[in-house]
């Protein structure tokens, strides 16, 4: 039987940071402007001592709280995360002991971003359907905010904070819904578009790594914080993504009319837009949440598919197509009977 997803619960910092807030902290950034282009109007910020693993401790026990069950069940965790607690040991250890799970779990991390979600997707898939488990959680969290230089106006604007729980399973019974494929690709010559050049074993922090940069547009950063080539990502974006999606319908003998709902990365709005206008999709069927709470990284698929799940959007029985894409390059589909 396949793997389905039986669960999604996720949870956001309380904190919360408009647009009109970053204007006033900041007057001489046109934020209308640069709000417009990337379709972001809110986000939740995590405070100084709220970390990713923090975050993923609450979706957890809000999907324990709807699924008892998965507490005793669950026997592995694949933990997606770039915002680590500790160098070592990696979040999905710290995640075990803190919601008390038994010994026999496999826990392992992946640092995947923006294609994390199905990155994590196709790992717990291929465990579950191995044998190696019976069901996972597969954890998304991230706290970007603690890698933006607060000066560099295109990434504090766009990103968020926050953490899904995605509880997987076997189908039971006549049930034969669950994962139904999943692709993966890296374009890893161009894993400088978007990096944090400082901080790791190749190039320790410094004087030298925290000095200011202006860029062309006016952001500021430094070398300890995310560097961001905006356009280079949607041209990697427009060009690489559309084939992707294209291929896996092919190999699954479907067309875009097949599928209900499109969940894409919601990197921004320019890139939902392209997409959308790219595979000639009806904007009806791209679901998006990202004005309310931003780029959640790996965390905005899951979170993207329980609201829609709360609005009626998606609904059991549906045919989904999920695809995230960004730091690596990376990129990654999956078409999900839901």
């Excluded at 990197?267 to 904007?283: G, M, N």
Aim: charged letters at 20%; a neutral charge; aromatic letters at 6%.
């Amino acid at each position: 039987m396949p793997v389905q997803i039986a669960q999604i619960e996720y949870h956001l910092p309380a904190k919360l940071v408009t647009n009109e807030m970053l204007a006033a902290e900041n007057p001489l950034w046109d934020v209308s402007n640069v709000a417009t282009r990337m379709g972001v109007l809110s986000r939740r910020i995590a405070e100084p001592t709220e970390t990713a693993l923090d975050l993923a401790v609450a979706a957890c026990e809000k999907l324990f709280a709807a699924r008892p069950e998965a507490r005793e069940q669950a026997d592995a965790i694949v933990f997606c995360t770039q915002s680590l607690d500790y160098v070592m040991p990696p979040n999905s250890c710290v995640l075990h002991q803190r919601l008390g799970l038994a010994e026999n779990v496999f826990a392992i991390d992946i640092n995947s971003a923006c294609a994390g979600f199905v990155h994590g997707l196709g790992l717990a898939n291929s465990l579950i359907l191995s044998g190696q488990a019976r069901s996972a959680l597969l954890i998304n969290a991230d706290t970007y905010s603690k890698f933006i230089h607060p000066k560099d106006r295109s990434t504090r604007l766009l990103f968020g904070d926050g953490a899904a729980a995605t509880w997987l399973t076997r189908s039971q019974g006549d049930d034969a819904r669950g994962v139904r494929d999943v692709v993966c690709a890296t374009w890893g010559k161009m894993h400088d578009k978007f990096i944090i050049p400082a901080g790791g074993c190749r190039l320790p922090k410094s004087a030298e790594t925290s000095a200011e940069i202006t860029r062309d547009k006016g952001g500021v950063t430094t070398q300890e914080h995310i560097n961001m080539d905006g356009m280079g990502i949607l041209t990697f974006v427009t060009t690489k993504v559309p084939q992707q999606v294209r291929e896996l319908l092919t190999r699954n003998k479907l067309t875009t009319d097949d599928i209900d709902v499109f969940f894409f990365h919601q990197a921004s709005k320019v890139a939902l837009e392209s997409l959308t206008r790219a595979l000639r999709l009806d904007p009806a069927k791209v679901y998006s949440n990202l004005p309310q709470i931003g780029n959640l990284v790996s965390a905005s698929i899951p979170v993207a598919m329980r609201d829609a799940m709360d609005q009626g959007a998606l609904k059991r029985g549906s045919k989904v197509l999920a695809c995230g894409f960004g730091v690596g390059l990376t990129w990654a589909s999956a078409i999900i009977d839901f």
